[in-house]
């Protein structure tokens, strides 16, 4: 069966909001509320410059996803994309449905002219770890520190 990568459109939004409440769940063992979820898809919609969904899709489904969002770095000098909110529908799983979004994504990427991807795994997520590194990509030597309100 065909499987595609498309940008995500409004269509694509409840079954976005769907994946990123089953990431929270599986990833963090967190609830995550769907009212805020969906504002929250909604408004990176809106708003091109923060980011972008794309979609794999097989047989009509809508099978995975992956968010872009941008930064700027002064020391490169270009943008860095910063890959976030991966999931994959737990029975396509194995199907190389996330290489086929991360290479679709990476090569968008520098033909954008980006410096690089990034991405934050949590420490404890052997198999995704695993799955970046079959990729090319590699352990960062930076630590994240964050402040959240929400």
């Keep these: 069966m065909a499987l595609i990568v498309r940008s995500a459109g409004d269509t694509d939004i409840d079954r976005i909001v769907l994946f990123n409440q089953a990431l929270a769940r599986e990833s963090e063992g967190r609830e995550l509320e769907r009212k805020t979820l969906k504002a929250g898809v909604e408004a990176l919609m809106a708003e091109p410059a923060w980011g972008q969904y794309f979609v794999a899709q097989k047989a009509g489904e809508v ?36 290489r086929l979004l991360h290479e679709y994504v990476r090569s968008m990427a520098r033909d954008e002219k980006a410096v690089g991807l990034r991405l934050y795994v949590d420490r404890d997520n052997e198999a995704a770890q695993r799955t970046y590194a079959a990729l090319g990509m590699q352990a960062s030597g930076y630590l994240m520190f964050e402040d959240l309100w929400a």
């Design 63 to 98: 099978v995975g996803q992956i968010l872009v969002t941008y930064e700027w770095s002064d020391w490169r000098n270009g943008s860095i994309w910063w890959v976030q909110s991966v999931y994959v529908s737990r029975q396509h799983r194995r199907e190389g449905i996330y």
